[in-house]
C-alpha cells in the first residue's frame, strides 16, 4: 500500500473561506452558479457559516466575532481568504492518526458530530500559512457539525461540476519544505511545469499547484504581500462546458477578465484541435491551452476576496495549468 492510499482520501471536499461579511462574500458565488444548501451557528465559537453548492464543489463562508477563534483571527491576519483546504477520507479519525504520526500538527483532534441525518467525523492539521486540511468522513447525510444535512445535489450539466485544482503560493525558497510536507504527510507525488510544482494525487482527485516568486515572479510577491504571507491564490472548479457556463454567469452579473484581441489571432495554429468558435471564445474572454494530450479552456474572474480569484476549467485532455494564459488576461 502505498503512502497516499494508506490514509484512504477520496478527493477535495470543500473549501472555507474565513470572512468579514458573509452576504457580501457570498453574492459573487450566487452569480457564479452557487446555490445556499445550508446554514449553521455555533454560539461557543460565536460563528455563522452558510453552505454554498454547485454539483460537487462545496464552499462553505464562515465568520466569527469571537478574536481568538481561527476564523477571526485568519481575517484579521491576512483579510477574507481560503482558511481550510478539506479533503474526504473514507475514515478521518484513522487518516488523522496516520498524518500525525508522520509528523503532521494536529489543529483539531478527531471529533463526532451526530444527528438524526447521520455522523460525521472531523480532524484538521496545518499547512502553510494559516491554510489548514480538515479530513472528513461521514456516514449519512450531514455535511458537517452544526450543520443539518448533508445538501441535495441536482447534476446539472451546465455551470461548475467539481474542484480542479487549488493554487498556493509560499515564500521565496519554501517550495521544497511544502514539496516535502505533502508527500511526507500525505503520499502525494509532484512535478514541475513551467513555474510550478504540483503536488497531486495519483488519479489526480487532489492537485495543489505551489508557486514562490523566485520563479512566478513579481506578480506571485504582490499576492503575498496583500494576503500578508503564504495562502491560496486561487481555485479552479472545472465545468463540462466552458462557454455556455461563462455566456450563463455573465447574464447573471458575474464579470471575468478580458483578453487583448492579439491573443486569438494565432489560436488555430497553435492548437490546430479545437472545435470551439474562436470568435466565440474571444467575445468571452477564454484562454487556451494545450499538451500533448490535447488542450484546455480556462477563464479566470478578477480579484474577489484580497487578491484571490477564481478560475472556471474545462479540460478536453490537457492536464495542465495553462499558467501563462494568466498574465495575458486584465479587468
Ligand atoms: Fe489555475
Not at 33 to 49: H, I, P, Q, V, W
Not at 136 to 164: C, V
Not at 271 to 300: C, K, R, S, T
Request: with cysteine; charged share 25%; proline share 4%.
Amino acid at each position: 500500500m502505498s503512502n497516499f492510499e494508506a490514509l484512504k482520501i477520496l478527493g477535495f471536499d470543500h473549501l472555507e473561506f474565513a470572512v468579514a461579511d458573509i452576504e457580501r462574500a457570498a453574492e459573487s458565488f450566487l452569480k457564479l452558479g452557487f446555490e445556499k444548501a445550508g446554514m449553521r451557528e455555533l454560539r461557543e465559537r460565536e460563528l455563522r457559516s452558510l453552505l454554498l453548492v454547485q454539483n460537487e464543489v462545496q464552499i462553505v463562508l464562515s465568520h466569527s466575532t469571537k478574536g481568538s477563534d481561527p476564523i477571526a483571527a485568519f481575517v484579521k491576519a491576512h483579510g477574507d481568504g481560503i482558511l481550510n483546504i478539506a479533503f474526504r477520507c473514507e475514515d478521518a479519525v484513522s487518516a488523522l492518526e496516520i498524518a500525525a504520526s508522520r509528523g503532521a500538527t494536529v489543529l483539531e483532534p478527531p471529533r463526532s458530530y451526530q444527528k438524526e441525518a447521520g455522523t460525521v467525523h472531523q480532524a484538521a492539521i496545518a499547512a502553510f500559512g494559516d491554510v489548514r486540511h480538515t479530513l472528513i468522513s461521514r456516514q449519512g447525510n450531514l455535511f458537517a457539525e452544526g450543520f443539518d444535512l448533508s445538501p441535495r445535489r441536482p447534476n446539472k450539466a451546465m455551470g461548475f461540476q467539481r474542484i480542479d485544482h487549488v493554487t498556493c503560493l509560499v515564500e521565496t525558497g519554501k517550495i521544497e519544505l511544502w514539496r516535502n510536507f505533502y508527500e511526507k504527510i500525505f503520499g502525494l507525488t509532484s512535478y514541475s511545469i513551467e513555474n510550478l510544482t504540483i503536488l497531486e494525487s495519483p488519479r489526480g482527485g487532489i492537485r495543489l499547484p505551489f508557486c514562490e516568486p523566485s520563479t512566478g515572479g513579481q506578480e506571485i510577491q504582490e499576492h503575498l504581500d496583500m494576503n500578508h504571507g503564504p495562502g491560496v491564490e486561487h481555485a479552479a472548479f472545472s465545468s463540462e462546458n466552458l462557454l455556455e457556463s461563462v455566456q450563463h454567469w455573465r447574464k447573471q452579473g458575474a464579470k471575468f477578465l478580458g483578453v487583448p484581441s492579439p491573443y486569438y489571432e494565432t489560436i488555430s495554429k497553435r492548437f490546430p484541435g479545437i472545435v470551439e468558435n474562436v470568435h466565440e471564445l474571444a467575445e468571452y474572454g477564454i484562454m487556451v491551452d494545450g499538451d500533448e494530450n490535447g488542450y484546455l479552456l480556462q477563464v479566470f474572474t478578477g480579484k474577489l476576496m484580497g487578491p484571490f480569484f477564481l478560475e472556471a476549467i474545462q479540460r478536453k485532455g490537457a492536464t495542465g495549468f495553462g499558467e501563462k494564459n494568466r498574465s495575458r488576461s486584465s479587468d
